[in-house]
């Protein structure tokens, strides 16, 4: 019997993907098959996911996950075409959908996403956008899979190196700030344990400020920074040390990374 999905690439987000649906119970483990090329990989999933059945190459199956590396994207495809996999959802950075297609057989559905890393606790954040032949069925096929793990934002496919260098890289920048703030902790004094405790409740707090008040950050920041205080001490500083440009031109470099990824 074929799987209900189809995960081909059981890396970091192909594992964080099957991880994340399995634990919000959009499929039993049973209807999940995965393809691994790594043997030590494939060792590892099947060790964590009791009852998914893990195989090192494509299974005949009408659904697919695409969560290999871009330069072997293409090739992948073709195999996958080969054994009659009919709908891909693509999450493999740069790769347009146009050329994903173009590896399938004519009439094949490509959706492409970008998600990223909390989708392994449920917490994910993904960009969506079809290719060519993908209809409002396919779309919302897709987003049934990335919204089983998180919040799904659909987007022009122009987009979708944006989306990559604001989410999908986005939790790496989120953990930087995480290790200077414990870090900094530390060289005040702290203990690590009271350093991290307070750090990330800190940003989960002004996080959970950000999404249930819907104000500006620049509104929610301006209401912590009292004249004179501590706060505008410390904001004066990043300023100074232009952190705002560095976060901007981290994103830029990501955004340019992707295109430069699917050429």
């Known amino acids: 019997m074929a799987p209900k999905l189809l ?3 059981g890396g970091k987000m192909g594992s964080a993907l099957l991880t994340g649906l399995l634990a919000a119970g959009w499929a039993a483990p049973g209807e999940i098959t995965v393809s691994e090329a790594d043997p030590a990989q494939r060792d590892r999933l099947a060790a964590a996911h009791p009852g998914v059945t893990v195989v090192d190459g494509p299974v005949e199956a009408e659904d697919a996950l695409l969560a290999v590396k871009p330069d072997v994207a293409e090739g992948v495809l073709r195999t996958l075409g080969a054994v009659g996999v009919l709908r891909v959802l693509s999450v493999v950075a740069g790769l347009s959908a146009q050329r994903l297609e173009a590896a399938l057989p004519p009439g094949r559905i490509v959706v ?3 998600p990223n890393t909390p989708a392994l606790i449920g917490a994910g954040t993904s960009g969506l956008s079809g290719g060519s032949v993908a209809n409002a069925e396919d779309l919302d096929w897709a987003e049934g899979i990335l919204g089983a793990v ?3 934002v659909r987007v022009p496919e122009r987009l979708l190196d944006a989306v990559t260098g604001v989410s999908g890289s986005g939790p790496a920048y989120v953990f930087l700030m995480a290790e ?7 060289t005040a004094g702290l203990t690590r344990d009271m350093s ?3 750090v990330v409740g800190t940003l989960l707090g002004s996080a959970r400020m950000l999404d249930e008040t819907g104000q500006d950050p620049a509104d929610l920041r301006a209401a912590v920074t009292s004249p004179g205080g501590t706060t505008a001490a410390a904001v004066r500083t990043l300023e100074f040390k232009a952190v705002r ?3 901007i031109e981290a994103v830029a470099a990501a955004v340019e990374r992707s295109r430069q990824l699917g050429r």
């Open 112 to 114: 492409r996403a970008m």
């Open 196 to 198: 991290r405790q307070l």
């Open 245 to 247: 440009s560095a976060y």
């Open 150 to 152: 998180g919040t799904v």
């Open 180 to 186: 200077a703030m414990i870090e900094a902790g530390v």
């Open 7 to 9: 995960v081909v690439g």
